[in-house]
């Protein structure tokens, strides 16, 4: 689950110590005793029986960010065995697109049930994979169990032959039919390897569809866990390939044989991924990156406010599309806000043990910490100031960096425009709504938006007004995305498509409109003339349209 404008606070240059040379930094999260580590969670057996759905002939390994050690070794895939696995997927689609709907949703609800009972393993994996914190690893259970639930109740309804008003009421029956595409291809990112994997997963398969999925690497013991429990609940194995490797060697091959293309990732990968489908005429759903903004007006809670701009900004280390890096706060409450949000983002507890406690862990990879370094960096030194962390923290672990906050950017720093992907926000003062708004729609993203206000008919208005595929009222981002009856995407560059509600599994589907005429046919009959038959018609329309027909 993946680029502002200038403040009106005076700019001045921050240096922070590093840890133990005179100012504390960010609290750690002390381990509990007898926490499990990689190597309890980790076993050959569990990465035997995981890799088991793996079509892959070659090996490749991958490592923790806690601690830079390795955690697995694991298949790696050629081009040539993309092939084989879109192969397997097409032969058992058939059958699985045989199966009635309820069937194939009764998978849906076993597997929530099953995710919930045993969390504890998957949470572990997050972990381990990508750094997080449990909490935030937390976000990603309830987000599957959500979509499972949802999908598991809905698809019936959702994928219901639907009738409609024909071209002449009573003679044309009309109905609409939803069939599977067939075999998706389905590319999942790092930051949220479980909802993002099986979560998007899950539509297609209510639908009817089989998936080709590539995880990335880093990642993929968590995919495959959600695969291997999903199977349990009932979904045959063949229906869900996996295949692991480099993105620029395999990605191509899955984006060019899916009969339906997910990808979540990059704008830039997202753009050549577009391109590919659009070359073959089939479609796409891409969420990309964000810039997104959060708004706290004059008269907002300024206490619920700041603890949800820590959420907002801080949550999975800020490595989540649709977090906050722009924050704008009305001139008149700003400092009382930022004394608050400061003293809660300087408290936040960092960790990376396998248990509840930390408030934040650390970065994915050495990538990551190096954005989130060249943005702080960059912005010091034309003239930002730092207001909070600023640092990272090797004593806790090799990525670990503190959640940090910037005053006084301007447009001709990095981090403006792009998009940092880490525990960092900048704060921008505002004076008036119609200015947060201009100041807050000034990116080419659209992925999500945040507004605070005590009134909630204003903030819902203001809502409005902002050009993203998400708007949370009083909450950061968690509200909108855990609606899963509601879409959720993004406009201009941050994406096309949207996951949840109907649109969510629709995508994974073709229409079809079936329409059967009776008695008369939709021409000149029972001896009228041509002009007869034209003047019949247009009495006809008129008349529909008296009667209210739609």
């Given at each position: 689950?993946?680029?502002?404008q200038?403040?009106?606070?005076?700019?001045?240059?921050?240096?922070?110590p590093?840890?133990?040379?005179?100012e504390?930094?960010?609290?750690?999260?002390?381990?509990?005793?007898?926490?499990?580590?990689a190597?309890?969670?980790?076993?050959?057996?569990?990465?035997?029986?995981?890799?088991?759905?793996?079509?892959?002939?070659?090996?490749?390994?991958?490592?923790?960010?806690?601690?830079g050690?390795?955690?697995?070794?694991?298949?790696?895939?050629?081009?040539?065995?993309?092939?084989?696995?879109?192969?397997?997927?097409?032969?058992a689609?058939?059958?699985w697109?045989?199966?009635p709907?309820?069937?194939?949703?009764?998978?849906?609800?076993?597997?929530?049930?099953?995710?919930?009972?045993?969390?504890?393993?998957?949470?572990?994996?997050?972990?381990?994979?990508?750094?997080?914190?449990?909490?935030?690893?937390?976000?990603?259970?309830?987000?599957?169990?959500?979509?499972?639930?949802?999908?598991?109740?809905?698809?019936?309804?959702?994928?219901?032959?639907?009738?409609?008003?024909?071209?002449?009421?009573?003679l044309?029956k009309?109905?609409?039919?939803?069939?599977?595409?067939?075999?998706?291809?389905?590319?999942?990112?790092?930051?949220?390897p479980?909802?993002?994997?099986?979560?998007?997963?899950?539509?297609?398969?209510?639908?009817?569809?089989a998936?080709?999925?590539k995880?990335?690497?880093?990642?993929?013991?968590t995919?495959?866990?959600?695969?291997?429990?999903?199977?349990?609940?009932?979904?045959?194995?063949?229906v869900?390939?996996?295949?692991?490797?480099?993105?620029?060697?395999?990605?191509?091959?899955?984006?060019?044989?899916?009969?339906?293309?997910?990808?979540?990732?990059?704008?830039?990968?997202?753009?050549e991924?577009?391109?590919?489908?659009?070359?073959?005429?089939?479609?796409?759903?891409?969420?990309?990156?964000?810039?997104?903004?959060?708004?706290?007006?004059?008269?907002?809670?300024?206490?619920?406010?700041?603890?949800?701009?820590?959420?907002?900004?801080?949550?999975?280390?800020?490595?989540?599309?649709?977090?906050?890096?722009?924050l704008?706060?009305?001139?008149?409450?700003?400092?009382?806000?930022?004394?608050?949000?400061?003293?809660?983002?300087?408290?936040?507890?960092?960790?990376?043990?396998?248990?509840y406690?930390?408030?934040?862990g650390?970065?994915?990879?050495?990538?990551?910490?190096?954005t989130?370094?060249?943005?702080?960096?960059?912005?010091?030194?034309?003239?930002?100031?730092?207001?909070?962390?600023?640092?990272?923290?090797?004593?806790?672990?090799?990525?670990?960096?503190?959640?940090?906050?910037?005053?006084?950017?301007?447009?001709?720093?990095?981090?403006c425009?792009?998009?940092?992907?880490?525990?960092l926000?900048?704060?921008?003062?505002?004076a008036?709504?119609?200015?947060?708004?201009?100041?807050?729609?000034?990116?080419?993203?659209?992925?999500?938006?945040?507004?605070?206000?005590?009134?909630?008919?204003?903030?819902?208005?203001?809502?409005?007004?902002?050009?993203?595929?998400?708007?949370n009222?009083?909450?950061?981002?968690?509200?909108?995305?855990?609606?899963?009856?509601?879409?959720?995407?993004?406009?201009?560059?941050?994406?096309?498509?949207?996951?949840?509600?109907?649109?969510?599994?629709?995508?994974?589907?073709?229409?079809?409109?079936?329409?059967h005429?009776?008695?008369?046919?939709?021409?000149?009959?029972l001896?009228?003339?041509?002009?007869?038959?034209?003047?019949?018609?247009?009495?006809?329309?008129?008349?529909?349209?008296?009667?209210?027909?739609?």
């Amino acid at each position: 689950m993946t680029v502002s404008q200038d403040g009106n606070s005076a700019t001045r240059t921050s240096t922070r110590p590093a840890p133990g040379t005179g100012e504390a930094g960010n609290p750690v999260a002390p381990a509990p005793a007898g926490a499990r580590t990689a190597a309890d969670v980790v076993t050959p057996a569990l990465v035997a029986a995981l890799t088991r759905g793996v079509v892959g002939s070659g090996k490749t390994r991958t490592s923790s960010p806690l601690t830079g050690s390795e955690l697995a070794e694991l298949p790696e895939s050629t081009p040539e065995d993309v092939a084989r696995a879109f192969e397997r997927a097409r032969a058992a689609q058939r059958a699985w697109a045989a199966t009635p709907v309820r069937q194939r949703a009764a998978v849906l609800l076993r597997f929530h049930d099953l995710v919930l009972a045993r969390q504890s393993e998957v949470l572990d994996l997050i972990q381990l994979e990508t750094g997080k914190a449990r909490l935030h690893a937390h976000e990603e259970v309830q987000a599957v169990a959500v979509a499972a639930r949802h999908y598991g109740r809905k698809a019936p309804s959702y994928l219901r032959p639907k009738r409609h008003t024909g071209a002449i009421p009573g003679l044309t029956k009309v109905t609409e039919l939803r069939h599977p595409r067939g075999v998706v291809g389905q590319i999942a990112p790092w930051n949220y390897p479980f909802e993002l994997s099986v979560g998007d997963a899950l539509p297609a398969f209510a639908a009817g569809n089989a998936v080709v999925m590539k995880p990335d690497t880093q990642t993929a013991l968590t995919a495959l866990w959600a695969r291997d429990l999903l199977v349990e609940a009932g979904l045959p194995a063949e229906v869900w390939q996996v295949v692991l490797g480099d993105g620029p060697v395999i990605g191509p091959e899955v984006a060019d044989r899916g009969d339906y293309v997910s990808f979540t990732g990059s704008t830039r990968t997202g753009r050549e991924v577009a391109q590919r489908a659009a070359a073959r005429l089939v479609g796409c759903s891409l969420e990309l990156g964000g810039k997104n903004a959060m708004l706290v007006l004059e008269d907002a809670d300024l206490d619920k406010a700041a603890a949800g701009a820590v959420r907002g900004a801080f949550s999975s280390a800020g490595q989540l599309c649709i977090s906050i890096e722009r924050l704008y706060v009305h001139e008149a409450v700003a400092d009382a806000f930022l004394e608050r949000f400061l003293a809660r983002t300087r408290a936040m507890r960092l960790g990376g043990s396998l248990a509840y406690g930390a408030d934040m862990g650390s970065l994915v990879s050495q990538r990551q910490l190096e954005t989130v370094r060249r943005h702080i960096e960059d912005a010091v030194a034309k003239g930002a100031t730092v207001l909070a962390g600023g640092r990272a923290r090797p004593d806790i672990g090799p990525l670990f960096h503190e959640p940090t906050v910037l005053e006084g950017v301007e447009p001709s720093m990095a981090v403006c425009g792009e998009e940092t992907f880490g525990p960092l926000v900048s704060v921008y003062r505002f004076a008036d709504v119609d200015e947060a708004v201009e100041l807050a729609n000034a990116t080419s993203y659209g992925l999500n938006s945040s507004v605070w206000t005590g009134n909630g008919r204003r903030g819902r208005e203001i809502a409005a007004r902002l050009r993203t595929g998400t708007v949370n009222v009083n909450e950061g981002y968690a509200s909108a995305y855990g609606s899963a009856q509601a879409p959720m995407g993004g406009m201009g560059d941050s994406g096309l498509g949207r996951r949840h509600g109907s649109e969510g599994i629709y995508k994974y589907t073709e229409p079809q409109t079936v329409a059967h005429q009776r008695v008369l046919p939709m021409a000149p009959s029972l001896g009228m003339s041509d002009e007869a038959y034209a003047a019949f018609m247009s009495r006809s329309l008129k008349a529909l349209k008296t009667l209210r027909f739609r």
